[in-house]
């Protein structure tokens, strides 16, 4: 039996046998009897069972515990075989002494969904001639083919009236090659005209930014073709393509005064009228100017209709040169910019004579209302004090001098007589602004000016209103859907009532919204009695309708076709077929009444054409709550149309793109359709 002695002896022996081996290198049972003597492998890339591992891998690579002994690789340390394969994939073998790692680059991209599995072979040994005991083995696999594609774009597919700077893009389902996103691949055209422009792409959107604006009301195609691929080289399967079309811009149609005109007076307010409406944020002191050779004229701007207005803070100076600009900083409705400046020149009078350039009545005019005002205008800023003296101004029926009261208005270079009663039936008046009259440097007239008018031979009664009743509060009454098809529409200050159509049939709201007011439907559970509010206002729409339809006091006037570029005092307008207002605006003078009334009894269809014309315009104190469009069938307010009136239409109503009206929509048995960004105001 061994002494604890002779125990201790014997194993101190057998561990300096076994350290003097392994110091000439170590053996497989050595290595698992006391590990961490010979080199290891400790990390792997990728690693051990990755998976989806990109296939623009290239590099292998083993990292050891310690430094290596690069006498001991060669390419056969270290295989990478497909596992369908069973080969080994070409590439070469190095190691790198800066992290003590053996690399294998590969020859070639790797394959689509493949396990390889990766061998460092046992043999290599670290600088004491340890050996690597065992091969070393892992596997990593790639990922499955993954096909790209689009799946957004802007401007979207069939989109219209787009800006002419928009950027074109695609949006591509995963990363895509950046190389492979260029001019080439992606494409804009105009027919068979390629569009010149710079590929940008980023993170997963590819950027096409002409080089110069889009033109005007064209469709344009843009194309992803396959040549486009992901960064696994995988391409798209097919051309993706898709279509828009641009808006038209706005431009200036008329100016007043005229290019080039002469002889304008030095009150004047400067105008431009637009092709469609306009953004009236955009209509400003710096969009809008007025200049005399390089000095800019102090003034006010305003934006009403499809009109622009510059007001000068004084009188323009004589005989002068005046440029007049609208930059093309200015936008319509959908935000497109006009294509350039327009600009005009007019020069002012050059006389220094005073002169009636404008009177109201005009001369010889015939049927003029009893509670006429008469008025005149110079060409010229006048002394108004000697417009105010006694006889400068005068009415005369024959040699009997109508009294009234004679004022002047300083900005407008407008005098007015406002008779004391009422002018006579069936009277011929004599109106004279005499010598007196002088200007503020003190020249007078160059001689008395006259004119003559006559009133109508009979008193024609007023037009009696229509009562709308309850439907007074709303602004549209539909009877089968409300809708909305595109933009932000608004209806201020009324309600919108369907009956007996369900909300269901009432769309578009939001973006469409009401404001100071709500929607009504007939299937409202609450609050409680909306059917019965509702059938009230439909009752009293069908009686005003049959009022308007049956209106006989005064005899109706027989109208037909176009009514653009005409004025129309009040009273009862007739058409037996359709009514249009298309070449020029209609101008409704109530002649200085407030209270005058018009109605118009259409059989059939009613259209407006916005644009160049196609307005309806209020003069002379008339209200748009005292117009009424009695349509037999259906009305079409026009794009861009500047819309005045209630529309009281038997079937359907719609409002075409950026249309507006101070009014009401009132269709009592079909629909009302807001087309595109409709605003409808309370009248």
Not at 36 to 45: A, H, I, K, R
Not at 149 to 176: C, E, G, R
Not at 323 to 334: D, E, F, H, M, Y
Not at 357 to 367: E, S
């Amino acid at each position: 039996m061994k002494t604890n002695k002779q125990r201790i002896w014997q194993t101190t022996i057998l561990a300096t046998l076994f350290l003097a081996t392994c110091i000439g290198g170590c053996k497989k049972d050595d290595y698992k009897e006391v590990p961490g003597l010979c080199p290891e492998v400790v990390s792997t890339n990728p690693p051990k069972n990755a998976v989806l591992v990109p296939l623009t891998t290239q590099v292998i690579t083993a990292k050891f515990n310690e430094k290596m002994d690069p006498a001991t690789f060669s390419q056969a340390s270290f295989t990478v075989d497909g596992v369908l394969t069973k080969a080994s994939i070409p590439g070469t073998v190095d190691y790198v002494v800066a992290d003590s790692s053996i690399r294998f680059t590969t020859s070639s991209r790797l394959a689509i969904g493949t396990t390889y599995t990766c061998t460092v072979k046992a043999g290599v040994k670290d600088l004491k001639g340890n050996a690597l005991q065992v091969d070393y083995v892992w596997a990593f696999s790639t990922g499955p083919i993954v096909v790209p594609i689009v799946t957004a774009n802007i401007p979207a597919n069939l989109a219209t009236n787009v800006l002419l700077n928009t950027p074109v893009s695609a949006t591509f389902s995963i990363a895509m090659d950046a190389a492979t996103i260029n001019s080439t691949t992606f494409t804009l055209t105009h027919g068979a005209t390629a569009v010149a422009g710079t590929v940008a792409y980023n993170g997963l959107i590819a950027t096409f930014a002409p080089a110069a604006n889009l033109l005007p009301n064209t469709v344009y195609t843009g194309t992803i073709t396959s040549g486009a691929m992901n960064t696994d080289g995988t391409p798209m399967q097919v051309n993706y393509t898709w279509t828009f079309t641009t808006g038209t811009p706005p431009t200036v149609s008329s100016t007043d005064p005229a290019n080039i005109a002469a002889n304008v007076i030095l009150n004047k307010i400067i105008r431009a009228n637009f092709s469609v409406a306009m953004d009236p944020t955009t209509i400003t002191a710096t969009t809008f100017t007025l200049k005399q050779g390089a000095t800019s004229i102090a003034g006010t701007v305003s934006y009403t209709g499809l009109r622009a207005s510059f007001i000068p803070s004084s009188p323009l100076a004589l005989n002068t040169v005046y440029t007049a600009t609208i930059t093309s900083g200015v936008k319509n409705a959908a935000g497109m910019s006009m294509v350039s400046d327009y600009v005009w020149t007019f020069t002012t009078i050059n006389l220094l004579t005073p002169a009636v350039t404008l009177t109201d009545p005009v001369n010889n005019a015939a049927n003029v209302a009893l509670n006429k005002i008469i008025t005149a205008t110079f060409n010229m800023p006048m002394d108004g004090a000697t417009i105010l003296l006694p006889l400068t101004f005068t009415i005369k029926a024959g040699a009997t001098t109508l009294p009234g009261v004679v004022t002047y208005n300083a900005l407008t270079s407008m005098a007015t007589f406002t008779p004391n009663a009422g002018l006579a039936t069936n009277t011929t008046y004599t109106a004279t602004i005499t010598s007196a009259a002088r200007n503020l440097a003190g020249t007078a007239i160059a001689g008395n000016y006259v004119w003559n008018f006559s009133t109508a031979a009979v008193i024609i009664p007023p037009v009696v209103g229509i009562d709308l009743g309850s439907a007074d509060q709303y602004g549209i009454i539909a009877g089968v859907g409300i809708s909305n098809n595109a933009g932000a529409s608004v209806i201020n200050d009324m309600d919108v009532g369907i009956y007996p159509g369900a909300r269901s049939s009432v769309t578009g709201f939001p973006p469409a919204t009401v404001v100071n007011g709500a929607i009504f439907a007939a299937d409202d559970l609450a609050p409680p009695g909306v059917p019965a509010m509702l059938l009230q206002a439909k009752t009293d729409l069908t009686n005003a309708y049959l009022a308007a339809e049956g209106a006989t006091a005064p005899a109706p006037q027989t109208v037909s076709g176009d009514q653009g570029g005409k004025t129309l005092a009040p009273g009862i307008y007739k058409s037996t077929s359709t009514l249009l207002i298309q070449n020029g605006d209609l101008t409704l003078d109530a002649q200085g009444d407030a209270n005058a009334v018009w109605i118009f009894q259409v059989a059939s269809a009613f259209t407006t054409v916005g644009g160049a014309g196609g307005d309806v315009i209020l003069a002379g104190g008339a209200q748009a709550k005292n117009v009424f469009w009695q349509t037999g069938s259906s009305a079409t307010i026009g794009d861009y149309t500047s819309f005045q009136g209630n529309v009281l239409a038997l079937q359907s109503i719609t409002m075409g793109a950026y249309s507006t009206a101070v009014g009401r929509m009132l269709a009592r048995n079909g629909s009302v359709v807001m087309t595109s960004t409709n605003t409808i105001n309370k009248p």
